[in-house]
């Protein structure tokens, strides 16, 4: 037990807990808006998208991660657009874009003489090694959020639920659809270096599908979210070191069972209903 | 009095080469209330669709409160068909307050005033139970009053009804009618409904959208010509209703 | 440009491989290599153009137990059964992995592959390369067999100033990312000690495990690859508070690549 | 232009076209399944699913691609069986199996000691590598499918259209759900060989949405992205050895392009006919 | 004359605890013609669906000819919310040719008579120029009208409608009553409606389902009766109509 607790002086392993903290709550407010969408497949595009940039960058000497974050945007905006103006259907919109930066991403790390050291770690991500800088980032973009979703939580609310009906209260659908698209995609593209392009989609989603079960409100999910979010990514972190496997893998593990157990409870309680109406 | 809505010559649909509504033109005035009636596919939604902003025309124009902002005016709308997600997390009175967003602008947060107006809404309607239920576990019916609520707890300039009697029992049709016509002192309306015997009782104009488009001269219309031209008129006494036609050509 | 004609050229897995294969044959034949400059052997995967230039090679000179190469030669093999395939780590007395057993089977222990990066097994490297060279092209054996002389010359040098300056070291351990000089530490006495564990990436307990041991270990550096993700050698290099070193195993420039890393031993271990 | 002609004279260039016409077949017919009912997201959660199988086999010491199989079969039915009973949201189903998919794979890599060379084969995969071995079973998998949409055609289409009616009409859709679910996941397998868990989302995607240009049924909708794909796939093989480029990113470039060129080519089209109306 | 369907003790809804419908017992006989009356929320859409079999209810039985499997008769259906995906890529044909599926089963292939018989219902509906459209493209009317046809293509032994009129126009829905007289020599119809007014003229029994359930003896009926248990009976003349009431207790 006391090894347990041995972990927290090292500053790595705290980093970890609070970027895992940020984490969750950009994953909450993001991964609610996207999962009540039905547009969870959105935040596959725009990882996958943003490795594109990521070679891009690599191609050009600049930081991989700006590079990301700039496709990621364009992604996103890029879906928005398609959908808006160019009469495509949106899930075609996401697998093309996805797919776009996907090859792109893949050419460019071709192109670009030497190695392209951190691709590995863009896919499958490593909540160990956050540096204080990367907090630091993460903290800023939290706080933008947070404060963006409790001034526009209402005109964000009714443009996901009914966009059309929105738009017949003058209320600038477009605008708030784009720059909630840009946070999402700003809020992915700090996750993938917690759990890399191919997990950060659980960060948004099995939260929610738990939270899910106790309410069908909004607001209450989001809150939900940023709670089980944490939990498991604390309780996953500790595990993973008490059992000295990978943290990514656990994380997600922890995260799917708390859904999985909380799940089962439902179930039981229904059953239990059942007999004694 | 000056016009609230006005289309000129409006052409619309929904491919460039085949409009579904041709040469409209038509005038909403405050207090009007106007039955929209026609065939399935004569391009009544597609009407109202057009007056919201949600289709852009291809030629015509629309002013509003005699601008091109459509900005300018309030207008309340119950959709024909809600294609929203049933699964949603929202709850039903999140949705009646979400019509207050015009009025709202971006930084709005609710008072409680409006919240009591909200919850008065529901249970005018009936739901004030069902208020903080998710909008998906409704029946048809009751997610029809929530639309209405929705559609006027922002007390309107405009109110556009399309089929608002859809679903509904016949207990809250009767409700419903009887509301229109008190909102109709401080609102103008513009309803489509197949049920001209109803509604012709309390409606002050008709208009007829077709598929094929005729213009009568209001003075020359009688039974035989509407019916014609297909208008449903089976049910409607032409004299007590003023005709309205809404295609010039 | 890549060759196309068949014979007229031959396909290496690494550029230390072309080293040697341009130091034995000078310029009379043309090299395709497999995994280059610009590639990582991680992300690595052939052009058609590649294929075709390793289907028509004269010879295909393997290194020996590379990931990239573990992954495709069934396939390789499948599509060319006419190409004839050279393994120039054959005689190194190999490294292995712990084996495990698995219910009812034993796994051998995975052979470690970089036998190019410690001047003694790239000897052998060296003699297996003259070999298959000669029995390509056995009309140039004569000028292959004196380039080996000299060839050899070299790495035996630099194979000596190894052994005199590695036992002079103070410390005897180093940390780096990936395990790319472990044949190098064990023929020169010295301790290697892989950020990767067991070819993953280090799990918490196992940086733990790291930067505590670091202090006792006395560690001065912590050497990097090009090819590797970094962070989890900072995050290990600021707790200990030493720098960080970059290498590079996958050089054109084997001789050169070779004394410089000496070097940077010295500067780390003494 | 002798040169490009030479390639086809090796087995690899024309082993790769074969595959690629199969595959074209294969995803023609999955892809617009996939994309009519609104679960492009289903083959993402598939595919990472599926790494799971992978990195267990590993463990095992036995056939990654049996493994893949295994896990992809587990998950379509898993998602369907979740949906259908647990009361679960189907995209929240999808991301749950997806992650879960891809923990366990990292988790099994991880504990098998060593390198996992073929990893990054299944990440991107490479088409230039299809054995002999590989198109055949991909034929006897095309047969077998293309047998079932010809005969089970009907009942495919209306129960993924409106499977609540469809029950009404004493279909077993719970069955045919199962069954197209089981397909689909090998279809998938057998494109992962192609393409990579990474790029095959495309393949079952951009085809369909160039079709969707054209027709609204989705019997035309398959035949088209069949041959869409292919000559996509085709075109892009000999591109991407004519600019010696990687050929999975080639290939999804050039799927791309066409859409792109149809696309902007109905658009011009539309505003010509605007004029003259 | 044997029943088609039995309902007996049927407790169903939601959520476990919650039953929507309570007690229900109901008998439909072969040319049975049943109007379901009921307030919004009232559990009529339920109570088919659990006829149907899409909800399986909590207790009670279903028999269908007398045994527990439901594939023992042939139902047609038009449900009263159309929640399909508009972008569907389905022909408005092979949407109504869906409806023979039925009797098809996993091998079954459209015969010529079967297509053209799908297109003179279309063209009974007005729709034949629509056959090869999209479903997403049809107004709201047009899509409920390609609903009924998806619904009696079959000749189903039942037919059950939940609310046919919502949408349509008054032409098509004199029409509709027309046909549903005409097919109801042949097969048992059950209609949700709430235009009691219009369909009491030839229904044959109307059922109330209600939030709250109450037992009326059949000879016991009178409109106080009715009006206490808020069925919305103010347009039924009930001495035309027998009164069919679906809760025992
Ligand atoms: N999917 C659902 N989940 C939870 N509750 C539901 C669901 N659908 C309906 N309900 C509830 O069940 C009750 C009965 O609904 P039902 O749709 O059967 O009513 P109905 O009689 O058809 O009403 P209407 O005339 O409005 O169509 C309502 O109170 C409704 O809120
Ligand atoms: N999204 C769409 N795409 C293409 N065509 C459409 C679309 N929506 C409607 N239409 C067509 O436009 C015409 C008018 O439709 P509209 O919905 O305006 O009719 P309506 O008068 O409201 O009919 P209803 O009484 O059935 O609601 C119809 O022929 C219909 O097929
Ligand atoms: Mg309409
Ligand atoms: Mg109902
Ligand atoms: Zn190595």
Known sequence: ?277 | MNSLITLSNINAGYMANKPVIKNIHLDVKANDFIGIIGPNGGGKSTLLKVILGLIAPYSGSILYKGTSDHTNINIGYLPQINANDKSFPIKVIDVVLSGLMGSKGFFGRYTKEEKTEALRLLQFVKLDQHANNAIGKLSGGQMQRVYLCRAIINNPEVLILDEPNNFVDKHFEAELYELLQELNKRMAILLVSHDIGTISSFIKTIACVNEELHYHNSNKISSEILQTYSCPIELISHGKVPHRVLHNH | ?270
């Open chain 3, 1 to 270: 440009n890549t060759p196309t004609n068949k014979g007229d050229h031959i396909t290496v897995s690494i550029l230390p491989q072309k080293y040697l294969v341009d130091k034995l044959m000078g310029d009379s034949i043309s090299v395709n290599v497999l995994i280059p400059p610009g590639s990582s052997p991680a992300t690595y995967s052939p052009s058609p153009l590649q294929i075709k230039s390793l289907s028509s090679s004269k010879v295909y000179l393997r290194i020996g137990h590379i990931g990239f190469e573990q992954a495709w030669m069934d396939r390789i093999i499948d599509l060319n059964p006419n190409l004839k395939i050279s393994d120039t780590s054959t005689g190194i007395d190999f490294i292995r992995g712990e084996d495990h057993v698995h219910g009812d089977h034993v796994h051998k222990g995975g052979i470690d592959p970089h036998v190019w990066t410690s001047p003694k097994t790239m000897l052998q490297v060296l003699e297996n390369t003259t070999a298959a060279l000669i029995k390509s092209f056995p009309k140039q054996e004569a000028s292959i067999r004196k380039n080996n002389l000299e060839l050899k010359g070299t790495i035996q040098a630099i194979n000596e100033q190894y052994i005199q300056k590695c036992d002079s070291f103070k410390n005897k351990s180093f940390y780096i990312f990936h395990p790319a000089y472990t044949y190098l530490a064990q023929n020169y006495g010295l301790n290697q000690i892989s950020i990767e564990h067991k070819g993953k990436e280090p799990s918490a307990q196992w940086i733990k495990k790291l930067i505590d041991n670091g202090e006792q270990l006395n560690i001065k550096a912590i050497f990097i690859q090009e090819e590797f993700d970094k962070r989890n050698a900072e995050i290990i290099a600021s707790e200990l508070n030493v720098p960080v070193i970059q290498v590079n195993p996958l050089s054109l420039e084997w001789d050169s690549e070779m004394t410089d890393l000496l070097t940077k031993l010295e500067g780390a271990l003494n």
């Open chain 1, 1 to 277: 037990m006391q090894d347990i607790f041995s972990i927290f002086q090292y500053s790595f392993f705290t980093n970890a807990l609070i970027a895992g903290l940020l984490t969750s709550i950009l994953a909450g407010i993001a991964g609610t808006y996207i999962v009540s969408r039905k547009i969870v497949f959105i935040s596959g595009g725009i990882t996958h998208a943003s490795f594109g940039g990521i070679g891009l960058a690599y191609f050009l000497g600049l930081n991989p991660f700006l590079g990301a974050a700039v496709f990621a945007i364009l992604s996103a905006v890029g879906i928005e657009w398609t959908t808006n103006k160019a009469n495509i259907r949106e899930d075609s919109a996401i697998a093309i874009l996805w797919s776009l930066g996907m090859a792109i991403g893949i050419i460019f790390v071709f192109l670009t003489p030497g190695y392209a050291p951190n691709l590995m770690s863009f896919l499958f991500g490593n909540i160990l090694t956050v540096s204080t800088t990367d907090i630091l980032y993460m903290l800023v973009l939290c706080i933008i959020v947070c404060i963006c979703i409790v001034v526009f939580y209402r005109p964000i609310l009714y443009t996901a639920f009914d966009a059309e009906y929105a738009k017949t209260t003058h209320l600038n659908t477009t605008l708030i659809k784009y720059i909630t698209a840009i946070f999402v995609a700003l809020t992915i593209v700090f996750s993938i270096r917690i759990a890399g392009i191919i997990l950060v989609l659980s960060l948004f989603t099995i939260p929610q599908a738990t939270a899910s079960i106790f309410t069908h409100d909004f607001k209450k999910m989001i809150f939900l979210s940023i709670g089980i979010g944490f939990i498991g990514i604390s309780t996953g972190l500790i595990g993973s070191y008490y059992f000295n496997l990978p943290s990514g893998a656990i994380i997600i593990f922890t995260l799917i069972l708390i859904w999985a157990l909380i799940k089962a409870g439902e179930k039981i309680r229904n059953l239990i209903n059942a007999d004694n109406p």
